[in-house]
Nanobody
Framework: QVQLVESGGGLVQAGDSLRLSCAASGRTFSTYTMGWFRQAPGKEREFVAGIRWYDGNTYYADSVKGRFSISRDNAKKVVYLQMNSLKPEDTAVYYC??????????????????WGQGTQVTVSS
């Protein structure tokens, strides 16, 4: 069983930055493809960013490309999401997720077996 705990959300102004963290339990974190997803009120949960476990390749939604950056520290079992130039439309609950031995489509939320409880990010204009 894997437990994921997000932190770092908050209320910021447009143009500000935030860094989200997701701490994982379990001994095999290095073999999880990790993803960040978000869900705004009344909308479906959508892919934001992902990082593959075996090659470290990163993937981003078009809406955040160039502004957000995903990274991981396998020794600390943490995945980060650095969010710069935040916009009001980035307002959502952000979730991290784990896809054990993930080698399929990183943006497919159905492939992720474990999810955190989410952290709220609110960007005011």
């Amino acid at each position: 069983q894997v437990q994921l705990v997000e932190s770092g959300g908050g209320l910021v102004q447009a143009g500000d930055s935030l860094r989200l963290s997701c701490a994982a339990s379990g001994r095999t974190f290095s073999t999880y493809t990790m993803g960040w997803f978000r869900q705004a009120p009344g909308k479906e949960r959508e892919f934001v960013a992902g990082i593959r476990w075996y090659d470290g390749n990163t993937y981003y939604a078009d809406s955040v490309k160039g502004r957000f950056s995903i990274s991981r520290d396998n020794a600390k079992k943490v995945v980060y999401l650095q969010m710069n130039s935040l916009k009001p439309e980035d307002t959502a609950v952000y979730y991290c997720a784990a896809y054990p031995l993930g080698d399929g489509l990183v943006s497919d939320k159905g492939r992720y077996n474990y999810w955190g409880q989410g952290t709220q990010v609110t960007v005011s204009s």
